[in-house]
């Protein structure tokens, strides 16, 4: 029995088969998205903690019922923002009242009380308040609260007098929208470089497959 012939280079066989490229690795890695995301959510961490830690520093603040008045303690010499809470504060439909404060114990003194010439409102959960007066206390001590004409008053409006918590608010709305808008972009910018990586990739990967590969008998 004749033995089987190996048939010589060229004489029709089968060619050698070109193998598959494994994919390239996508640069910048997945894993890089954490750090804009980390930023992102460090940024909502930052203005949830400081609208609490601000909720928590306005509860602080003396008060006083309105229509009823009272005695308020003020600790230092120096300004004050006098708050008016209740129906309308956020809205800036405040009624018409006028607010006396007078020194109630002998060391207390007052130096001037004059309209809140700029806006600031706050609501915290069922609290609303607004900047409605600024004072100037000389020395500190207990202060009595009058009001008159605030007969129309609903129950439950109150007189709080504190800091101003305007620059609190920028910082922690400027910071934490920065944050939040970084990490924003970072998501965006990595899954745009990974996109034009990925088609870049590609469209290398399919030219490298054509021009391996060539249909049966087309070389000479």
Known sequence: MAAP???????????????????????????????????????VALLVFGLLSLSSHVDSFPRVAV???GQVSLSHSGGYVVYYEGPGAQSGHLPAFQVRVIPASASAAVK??????????????????????TLQV????????????????LAGSDLAFGDSIAG?????????????????AGLVVILVIRISKARRARAAASAAAASAWSPPGSQP
């Not at 010589?8 to 750090?35: C, E, F, N, Q």
């Not at 609190?168 to 924003?184: E, N, Q, R, W």
Request: charged letters at 10%; hydrophobic letters at 45%; proline letters at 12%.
């Open 67 to 69: 229509p009823a008045g």
């Open 168 to 184: 609190g608010i920028t910082v922690i709305a400027v910071v934490s929208g920065l944050l939040m808008f970084a990490g924003l």
């Open 5 to 43: 012939m190996t048939p010589a280079p060229g004489d029709g066989g089968p060619g050698p088969v070109p193998l598959a490229a494994p994919p390239a690795r996508i640069r910048p890695g997945r894993i890089w998205y954490l750090v804009p995301l980390a930023v992102f959510l460090g940024g």
């Open 138 to 153: 000389s020395h500190p001590g207990r202060f009595r609260v009058e009001t008159s004409g605030a007969g129309g008053l």
């Open 112 to 133: 001037s009380l004059a309209p809140y010439t700029t806006s600031v409102s706050y609501a915290f959960g069922s609290r609303q308040g607004r900047a409605v007066l």
